[in-house]
C-alpha cells in the first residue's frame, strides 16, 4: 500500500502530524527543478505546492499512479479539474475551504474602502507632496452585491457588517436561506445588478462562471458602481471592462486579471478608475497556520479512513462536494 505524503511544508514545521505515512517534502524548488522527493507510485497524498508556477503544480499529476488525495493549498482548484483526464479514477480531490477566508475577506474589503476613499490617488498625490482634500463616497448607506456565496463570500460579509451598508444581497449557484438572509440563485443576478453601489465577486472559476462579468453583465451596473473581483481573472471579460471604464462609468479593484500575470503595456494598468493588486487575497500571516491546521486534520482522518474535509469531487465520478462559492 502507499503510504508516501508530499508535502510543501516541510514536515518537521508541522505540529501534530499523525504517524504511520513517510513524510516528504516537496514544494518544486524556486525555478520548479527539484527533483521528486521519492517514487511517485508511491505517493498516496499530494499536497499542491502554493504560489508555484502552473506547470509545478500539475508537473507530477500524470505520475502519481497511485494517489488516492490531492489536496489544494487554494480555494479554487480549476488548474486541478482542468487535468482530470491524466489522474487515475477513485482519486479524492480536496480544496482548502478554512484556510483563505480571513486573507481574501480581509483584502476584499481593503479593495472596497481603497477604491472608493481615492486611496490610489492620494498615494499619488503624496509622491508629488500635493494636498488634496474632497468628498469621496463611503461604504456606509451603499448596496453591496456579493457574487460567489460560499465560505469567502460569508467572511466578506461578516466583515461589512460594521460598515452601516444598506444592505447586502448574495448570490450562489443555487437559492438557498441563511442565517443573515435569502441566498439568489445565479439566474437572479442580472436583475439585481442595477441596484447594487458595489458588486464583489469571490465565485470559483467553472464552465459557468467563466466570462460571466461580460458586456450585459457590466451594462446592468449602475452609473458610478465599483466592481471588486477578488476571484478568478477570466471570471471577467476583460475586453468588456475596458470599455466600461474607459468610458467612466464605474470603477474597479483588481485582485486578478486575465491575462495574469498582468504583462507590461496592458491597458488595464493604466485605465481609469481601476485599483490592481498581484493576486494577493491568500497570501498573509493568516495563510500558514491556518493551512497547517488543515494539513493535520486532513491527514489524521485519511491516516484513520475517516471521511475527508472539503472534497470536491472524486474522479471518474460526479461531483460529491463542494466549496458553495
Known amino acids: ?135 469621496r463616497p463611503s461604504l456606509a448607506d451603499r448596496n453591496v452585491l456579493i457574487v460567489g456565496y460560499g465560505a469567502i463570500g460569508a467572511a466578506i460579509e461578516d466583515r461589512l457588517a460594521p460598515f452601516e451598508v444598506a444592505r447586502v444581497a448574495r448570490i450562489a449557484r443555487s437559492r438557498r436561506t441563511t442565517a443573515r438572509g435569502l441566498v439568489h440563485p445565479i439566474t437572479d443576478v442580472l436583475s439585481l445588478l442595477p441596484d447594487a453601489d458595489v458588486v464583489i465577486l469571490c465565485t470559483p472559476l467553472t464552465e459557468d462562471t467563466r466570462g460571466l462579468v461580460d458586456a450585459d453583465f457590466l451594462g446592468r451596473m449602475k452609473d458610478g458602481a465599483l466592481l471588486v473581483n477578488v476571484a478568478r481573472g477570466p471570471v471577467v471579460d476583460t475586453k468588456a471592462l475596458l470599455a466600461e471604464l474607459e468610458r467612466g462609468r464605474i470603477t474597479a479593484a483588481l485582485d486578478v486579471t486575465d491575462p495574469e ?52 469531487l472524486t474522479t471518474g465520478s460526479e461531483t460529491v462536494g463542494a466549496n458553495g462559492r
Open 1 to 135: 500500500m502507499t503510504s508516501d505524503v508530499w508535502l510543501p511544508i516541510p514536515p518537521e514545521e508541522i505540529e501534530g502530524l499523525p504517524e504511520g505515512p513517510r513524510y516528504l517534502f516537496w514544494d518544486g524548488g524556486d525555478d520548479g527543478d527539484q527533483p521528486f522527493p521519492g517514487d511517485p507510485a508511491e505517493c498516496a497524498v499530494y499536497v499542491v505546492p502554493y504560489m508555484k508556477r502552473l506547470s509545478v503544480r500539475v508537473g507530477p499529476l500524470e505520475h502519481l499512479t497511485n494517489v488516492r488525495v490531492i489536496q489544494t493549498l487554494t480555494a479554487g482548484v480549476d488548474d486541478i479539474t482542468a487535468r482530470l483526464s491524466v489522474i487515475a479514477p477513485g482519486v479524492r480531490l480536496c480544496n482548502a475551504r478554512g484556510v483563505h477566508e480571513t486573507s481574501t475577506a480581509e483584502l476584499a474589503l481593503t479593495l472596497t474602502l481603497a477604491a472608493l476613499r481615492g486611496v490610489p490617488g492620494f498615494v499619488r498625490a503624496q509622491q508629488q507632496e500635493r494636498w488634496e482634500g474632497g468628498f
Open 261 to 312: 500575470p498582468l504583462p507590461p503595456g496592458h491597458p488595464l494598468w493604466q485605465a481609469p478608475g481601476v485599483l490592481i493588486s498581484p493576486h494577493v487575497g491568500g497570501p498573509s500571516s493568516a495563510f500558514l497556520p491556518r493551512a497547517q491546521r488543515l494539513l493535520v486534520d486532513q491527514l489524521t482522518r485519511f491516516v484513520h479512513r475517516e471521511p475527508l474535509r472539503n472534497v470536491v
